[in-house]
């Protein structure tokens, strides 16, 4: 099937993934990481782009999470749209191929299916990307501090709802003490 030239039916989404710098060892040459989990319809089929530089490996992993059959068709093409990969009717798949300079296109197939939407769950990662992945890790940089934040107000909130949660037990074991004041003192004042 690496022949074979294909053209995609409309598609539905078409979303250039951010890809997520790993933390990796010294000597190796960085790698982008992205992940992203959907619910892809009955009867549809949803697209994504990946643009790639020349000479880097781009890998797709993908698992059908939930839905009748565990099942979905599978498409890969070059950016000349040359089909790489094609499968059809399964529940996982592993891919990595070299790529050329381009946009690659995957695509998640669920029109066989006239009733059951799929949970699909699939993962990028992009080796051998060079200065991409250089610039993403001048971007921690700047992140961290934002990432700071979220934690700070994660804290805040989770003692709120701690609090809460508190004054709501304190709240509780206050009406039992005066329901049993009351039980008592009917008990020892008889009507």
């Not at 070059?78 to 050329?100: I, M």
Request: glycine residues 6%; contains cysteine; aromatic residues 10%.
């Amino acid at each position: 099937m690496g022949d074979k030239t294909w053209l995609p039916f409309p598609v539905l989404l078409l979303a250039a993934l951010p890809p997520v710098l790993l933390p990796g060892a010294a000597g190796f040459t960085p790698s982008l990481d992205s992940d992203f989990t959907f619910t892809l319809p009955a009867g549809q089929k949803e697209c994504f782009y990946q643009p790639m530089p020349l000479k880097a490996s781009l890998e797709i992993e993908y698992q059908v999470l939930d839905g009748a059959g565990l099942d979905i068709d599978f498409h890969l093409a070059s950016p000349e749209g040359k089909t790489l990969v094609f499968e059809q009717r399964k529940s996982d798949g592993v891919h990595t191929v070299e790529t050329e300079v381009g946009d690659y296109m995957f695509c998640f197939d669920n029109t066989f299916s006239t009733i059951s939407e799929k949970v699909i769950f699939f993962e990028l990662i992009l080796d051998n990307m060079g200065e991409q992945a250089q610039e993403q890790e001048d971007w921690k940089k700047y992140i961290t501090g934002t990432d700071m934040l979220d934690m700070k107000l994660e804290d805040i909130l989770v003692s709120m709802l701690f609090s809460d949660v508190q004054l709501r037990l304190h709240l509780g074991i206050h009406q039992q003490h005066q329901v049993q004041t009351k039980q008592k003192w009917a008990h020892t004042n008889p009507a």
